[in-house]
T-cell receptor, first 113, second 113 residues
Framework: KQEVTQIPAALSVPEGENLVLNCSFT??????LQWFRQDPGKGLTSLLL?????REQTSGRLNASLDKSSGRSTLYIAASQPGDSATYLC????????????FGSGTQLTVLP | NAGVTQTPKFRVLKTGQSMTLLCAQD?????MYWYRQDPGMGLRLIHY???????AKGEVPDGYNVSRLKKQNFLLGLESAAPSQTSVYFC????????????FGDGTRLSIL
């Protein structure tokens, strides 16, 4: 059974700092991996998607990488801003599945002004 | 740009009552999912559908039923609500292609007293 772990559970940084969020998974046979953002009391917003054949994806100040051999993905946020404060969720679809996502428990990020 | 719409947004039920949560998507997606989100447990899959007229059990299906009579709609039913079903429920849909993300609704916050 695929298991997804996100460490740390919470992170607090000063504004302007570059930061990395980590996601690890136990089964390297994945279809794709998504990073989501969730604001308190809100739904999930898709940030980046990395297909199994890709190594990284970039969108603005965000960069996500994927290393299937080590079972790891990272989300890099450059020049963090208070508006980046949210919970970040890593989720993946395993190969051969019905395209359902397996989620990590998330990292709660606070960017201090 | 409706995407995935969930109704209702909030609901309070008494133990033993029944209700149906509605999910509607306007993206012509084949795959639809119901997840629940609980503190410390992350998001877990309840039921899913890979096309009109099909449904299947996810990780935590007990106490729930689903139907997908129309491609755009996926209904989640609670026949006899229990306090353990107090949660935030999210619906999602996807085309199933590896380069396409899952799209989520804004969630339904359900309390069972």
């Amino acid at each position: 059974k695929q298991e997804v772990t996100q460490i740390p559970a919470a992170l607090s940084v000063p504004e302007g700092e570059n930061l990395v969020l980590n996601c690890s998974f136990t089964d390297s046979a994945i279809y794709n991996l998504q990073w989501f953002r969730q604001d308190p009391g809100k739904g999930l917003t898709s940030l980046l998607l990395i297909q199994s054949s890709q190594r990284e994806q970039t969108s603005g100040r965000l960069n996500a990488s994927l290393d299937k051999s080590s079972g790891r993905s990272t989300l890099y946020i450059a020049a963090s801003q208070p508006g980046d404060s949210a919970t970040y969720l890593c989720a993946l679809i395993s190969s051969g599945s019905a395209r359902q996502l397996t989620f990590g428990s998330g990292t709660q990020l606070t960017v201090l002004p | 740009n409706a995407g995935v719409t969930q109704t209702p947004k909030f609901r309070v039920l008494k133990t033993g009552q029944s209700m149906t949560l509605l999910c509607a998507q306007d993206m012509n997606h084949e795959y639809m999912y119901w997840y629940r989100q609980d503190p410390g447990m992350g998001l877990r899959l309840i039921h899913y559908s890979v096309g009109e007229g099909t449904t299947a059990k996810g990780e935590v299906p007990d106490g729930y039923n689903v139907s997908r009579l129309k491609k755009q709609n996926f209904l989640l039913g609670l026949e006899s609500a229990a306090p353990s079903q107090t949660s935030v429920y999210f619906c999602a849909s996807t085309s199933g292609r590896s380069n396409q993300p899952q799209h989520f609704g804004d969630g339904t916050r359900l309390s069972i007293l």
